[in-house]
């Protein structure tokens, strides 16, 4: 499958999700390729760093593509890699429209309680658009991500979200932990971390798990995930 994390503002942890992701289905056995297509090349530092903590063992393979070069290159790369994971920036770019293209999934988280939530008609009517010129079926969801441990402004935050008939709210919130941060700092996932945040594996790890079931993907998840 190839999955886009994406959106049209910054500041939602979009690059810390699809890292994540990255990892999480690495550990699952599959040969993953991680595309940074955003001008930031958040993953991408992320990456090199995680070459160095692990002495060049990250455990997926990664490459910067921008511009329509995610598609042409993301059709070739296909048939190489069990799972392909694109990060894409905060805004309604070539390289994002590109990355739509050719995925199966796309994942947008929102931040609560924030301006986020007001793009949802405009990242509603960027699926409708690619949806309509697409060869394949677009899956979307959207994600409540960097969310309060507590508090109602999640509870809201969901119910508007769910409103959409275009794009799917998927939970389990992502609350947004230290270990996150800690984590990322390291070059590693969350399911990584030493000590091991619990909460946050079971987050994470439940809200990947309940992705692929929505798209009908079928494994089982590893006990230490």
Request: neutral net charge; glycine residues 8%.
């Amino acid at each position: 499958m190839i999955f886009t994390v994406g959106g049209i503002k910054g500041g939602s942890g979009k690059s810390t999700i699809a890292t994540n992701l990255t990892i999480w289905l690495s550990k699952q056995g599959f040969d993953v390729l991680l595309v940074d297509a955003d001008e930031q090349e958040t993953a991408t530092k992320f990456t090199k760093w995680r070459e160095r903590v692990t002495d060049g063992n990250s455990g997926y393979t990664a490459t910067i593509l921008t511009g329509d070069a995610v598609r042409q290159q993301v059709l070739k790369f296909k048939s190489k890699f069990d799972h392909i994971v694109i990060d894409t920036g905060g805004r309604d770019t070539t390289s994002q429209r590109a990355a739509l293209f050719v995925s199966d999934v796309y994942i947008v988280p929102f931040n609560p309680r924030s301006f986020d939530l007001w793009t949802i008609a405009d990242v509603e009517n960027l699926v409708k658009e690619v949806r309509s010129i697409k060869p394949k079926e677009l899956y979307a969801f959207s994600i409540l991500n960097r969310a309060d441990p507590k508090g109602s402004d999640n509870k809201d935050s969901a119910e508007l979200l769910r409103e959409s008939e275009v794009i799917k709210h998927i939970g389990p919130v992502i609350v947004g932990r230290k270990s996150f941060a800690n984590t990322a700092s390291n070059g590693l996932s969350v399911i990584e971390g030493n000590p091991v945040d619990e909460k946050a594996v079971h987050e994470i790890s439940l809200l990947f798990s309940k992705i692929m079931s929505e798209i009908d993907v079928n494994f089982n998840v590893k006990n230490d995930v």
